[in-house]
């Protein structure tokens, strides 16, 4: 009213009687008692007005001033009343209350006479007495005092010194008024146990980038009773209280649906005064809009409690989802992704980082197939859905193409399949033995986890390779041969093989193999005619002939009944020879074997006894390929060729067999059949002139097929010249 504007602060806030609280950090309260200091009470309607600067800087400068004004009613007023605020106290008492018999002046005032003492409140925060003397008319000329009672003393102050301390003093026509601050001196703080009415308020905050929660709590108690002393008394406690920050647990919980493929993730608890603002998938930021064509949909759940969840649904393809493989049936989807927040309106951020893994059973391993030819192991790897980051190893070696070439192995990846291929005589191959048969090799390739570099599925190829892939003889009289090591010999080192002349050692060696190049008369080499492969497998070609083959070197042959395919029958050979022409009948001759049908114990074969390299017959067993064993004849002839005197013929031989088909069943009658061996008929000199005297041969033989009973079937066929190789 008087147009003056008082600054409060604290301490004129709590003598005067006003509040000044913050409900929120944008939210100023602002509460004046009806008998405070600057109010105006006009029948029992109070009046406030006051005056809000604001400024955007602490010190206030270009502040803007705004005026409010507000008005309430004050009634109806109790003899008796108590407010308890949050940083101070008042006591009203009406006019009912107040004796106004007291002495006239200080020093004739009696302070111990209960009578006098106008409040006594056991139960308040503190005890207070008041005496009132003086007269309506001399208002001037009186003198108040205030006594604090407390158990160890009483202490009287003035008015004026109670207002030096603090102390809040005032009266109207018909009431009095005592304010106190709770932390003047003569305050004593008591516990005391009340119901009233909580209003509580929450709201988010953030610390050290941590998303918790304060609690707001308004407390408002009025308690009324009456007495026959004071008549009603009105008590009221009006109390702000603001919790601790406390950090906020967030729980995090995935629920997949299998069948849609997509992980169902929700996020919460928030306060409603939380909002998503961005995601952040590997690395790269987007808003809750952008996120969607990513494919991440984001939206929330509110409850009737006041809070409130997010859900986010990706699909287990979407980016940023990471997929890996367990074990056997498994791959592990996992969604690593942070989510931004805003506090509105404060506008404080924090994140929160949610990863969360799905097991789905529905890896596909990769599958491969292998084989072999004479030089190479061949491995196709068909991907599946697991391997897309796996490593192809070999013997600890990661099959790489820019180091295909330097290890002599191919690599190709087309994306659906990895194609390897790698030669026998390599450093990646692992020999398991050796025999005349062949070298069995293997091949072991590992995929491994292109991070962890953890094995994840392995596999082997083992193939026989032919024993001559290890040798060269070349024309110019150098022998190349490559010693491998076994699997077994882990701790042989190849680099100290040596030939039979220590003096000759490898040329090239690697971990597994070393090879010696040598000349054929050097290094301690000895000949020796050792011949194999007796298992008929591999006949020349059309196209392979004429066959060229040094002396005394081996030639396999195999004769053989085509039609009919009678296990009754049997075929035997009568007389082979050689000539140097396609006839049969050309001169010179030189024969190979004479009346050679029959397998008689006393003779089992009929060789030409004047060759010094006889003619040697080999077994015919069952096999795939040969069902009947009965229709086959094979012998093996050593290499040579017709002389003219002293001069070797370098004419072509041509090799003639006349054959025998005989019946299993036997027939007395049948002499052509039934022979026995004469070794003491000699043969001619194998020369260009003199032809070869047939010797004789006997055997227990069984007739002829009744179609074939007519007599001796004397047929000149066609023979297979089989493929040799040399031992070493």
Known sequence: QSGIVWELDEALASQCGYTITYSSRNSLVFRASALSCHSHLDKDVFTVTIQINVAHTPDMKNATAHQKSASCSYGPQSPREIVCETSYMEVRIGSVSVRRDVPQNEKDFILNEPQDWILSFSESLFKLLMNFSGQAKAMEASVWQIVFHRPEEKRALLVSDAWRAGFGFSTTENRILLRVPYNAAQVQLVKNHTEGVLIIKFQTFVSSGKHGTKYYISLFLEHQWEDSKWGLTKYTVIKEIETPFEHAGLAVTNNPNLSTRLMNVTVGMFLLDVELVNLTIEGTTVTVSEAIQHGYLTYEIQYANGSKVYVI?????????????????????????????????????????????????????????????????????????????????????????????????????????????????????????????????????????????????????????????????????????TAIKLVRLADLDTSLLVLRDRRCKPSLVTKKTATFKFNVNTCGTSRKCSLLEKSYSEPYQELEYPVVKYLREALYFEVELLHPADPRLELNLENCWATNSRSQDSLPQWPILI??????????????????????????????????????????????????????????????????????????????????????????????????????????????????????????????????????
């Open 595 to 728: 009346n050679g049908y029959g397998d008689h114990p006393s003779c089992e074969w009929c060789e030409n006894n004047e060759d010094s390299y006889r003619t040697v017959f080999h077994k015919v067993n069952y096999s795939l390929r040969v069902k009947f064993p009965q229709h086959l004849k094979r012998f093996e002839v050593t290499m040579f060729t017709f002389v003219q005197g002293t001069t070797l013929s370098q004419m072509q031989l041509y090799f003639h067999c006349s054959i025998v088909v005989c019946s299993t069943t036997p027939l007395s009658s049948d002499m052509t059949c039934q022979r026995r061996c004469n070794p003491q008929k000699q043969l001619g000199k194998k020369n260009g002139i003199t032809q070869a005297v047939p010797g004789a041969c006997s055997a227990a033989h069984n007739a002829l097929l009744g179609v074939l009973s007519i007599g001796r079937l004397l047929l000149v066929c066609l023979y297979r010249i089989l493929k040799a190789e040399m031992s070493h």
């Open 313 to 481: 649904q990706v699909p287990f393809d979407a980016p940023g989802i990471k997929k890996e493989y367990t074990s056997d049936d498994t791959r592990e989807y996992t969604l690593n992704v942070t989510l931004k927040f805003i506090i509105v309106p404060t506008s404080d951020t924090f994140a929160v980082p949610i990863v969360t893994v799905t097991a789905v059973k529905d890896a596909v391993l990769p599958s491969a197939r292998g084989f072999c030819d004479e030089n190479y192991f061949y491995l196709i790897i068909t991907h599946g859905n697991v391997d897309q980051n796996w490593l192809p190893f070999i013997s600890d070696q990661h099959l790489m193409p820019e180091a295909a070439q330097k290890y002599y192995y191919s690599l190709s990846d087309n994306g659906t399949h990895l194609a390897i291929s790698v030669p026998f005589l390599s450093s990646l191959v692992d020999y398991k033995d050796i025999h005349i048969s062949g070298v069995i090799a293997s091949l072991h390739l590992i995929l491994k986890d292109g991070i962890t570099l953890a094995n994840r599925k392995d596999f082997s190829i083992s193939c026989r390779f032919r024993p001559s892939e290890l040798i060269q003889c070349l024309p110019n009289g150098t022998v190349v041969i």
